[in-house]
Nanobody, 119 residues
Framework: QVQLVESGGGAVQPGGSLRLSCAAS????????MGWYRQAPGKERELVAT???????NYAGSVKGRFTISRDNAKNTVYLQMNSLKPEDTAVYYCNARKFSFPTLYDYWGQGTQVTVSS
């Protein structure tokens, strides 16, 4: 059973910082691309950032320069450091693990953690 468990969400004022963590099952972490997505009320889920098992990172334009994704393969954990937070960053943040091994796409999600940016 693949499990992704997020933590670190909460409420913060604009300009503040939070760090999200996602602990993954050992059986998947080393070979999967890990990512963070978010979903605001009334909106579709959108990509925030991804990082390959080799450490290559990709960011949505709206968070580039403010958020940093990283992974610790020894701890089977992926992080999202969020700085200079804005009210529009308010959303439920989801951890994702994804791998394509032909012909199957393996795609797993965590339960989500709420981030609220408000004064």
């Amino acid at each position: 059973q693949v499990q992704l468990v997020e933590s670190g969400g909460g409420a913060v004022q604009p300009g503040g910082s939070l760090r999200l963590s996602c602990a993954a099952s050992e059986s998947i972490f080393s070979t999967y691309t890990m990512g963070w997505y978010r979903q605001a009320p009334g909106k579709e889920r959108e990509l925030v950032a991804t990082i390959t098992n080799g450490g290559s990172a990709n960011y949505a334009g709206s968070v580039k320069g403010r958020f940093t994704i990283s992974r610790d393969n020894a701890k089977n954990t992926v992080y999202l450091q969020m700085n200079s937070l804005k009210p529009e960053d308010t959303a439920v943040y989801y951890c994702n693990a994804r791998k394509f091994s032909f012909p199957t796409l393996y795609d797993y999600w965590g339960q989500g953690t709420q981030v609220t940016v408000s004064s």
